[in-house]
Nanobody
Framework: QVQLVESGGGLVQAGGSLRLSCAAS????????MGWYRQAPGKQRELVAR???????NYGDSVKGRFTLSRDSAKNTVQLQMNSLKPEDTAVYYC?????????WGQGTQVTVSS
């Protein structure tokens, strides 16, 4: 059974930093892409950052220059370093994995940025 286990959310002041981690287990095929999405109250889920199997990384426009996504392919993990956090970054962050033509989601971790 595929599981995405997230960690690292929490409460931080504006301008601060947080690091999110996601570990995928139970996957028996190659991972095509892995990354993070977020959803704020009353808003649609949006891309934060995603990295492909070839190493191409895409970022949402609102986080470019502030967030950095990295991966450990051997361990099926990704880490999202979030710097210069803003109150508008407050959301539930979901780890996402596309493998074997299937999409998997983590349970979500709350990130709250106070002003």
């Amino acid at each position: 059974q595929v599981q995405l286990v997230e960690s690292g959310g929490g409460l931080v002041q504006a301008g601060g930093s947080l690091r999110l981690s996601c570990a995928a287990s139970g996957i028996t095929v190659s991972i095509n892409a892995m990354g993070w999405y977020r959803q704020a109250p009353g808003k649609q889920r949006e891309l934060v950052a995603r990295i492909s199997s070839g190493g191409t990384t895409n970022y949402g426009d609102s986080v470019k220059g502030r967030f950095t996504l990295s991966r450990d392919s051997a361990k099926n993990t990704v880490q999202l370093q979030m710097n210069s956090l803003k109150p508008e970054d407050t959301a539930v962050y979901y780890c996402n994995c596309f493998a074997g033509n299937r999409l998997y989601w983590g349970q979500g971790t709350q990130v709250t940025v106070s002003s």
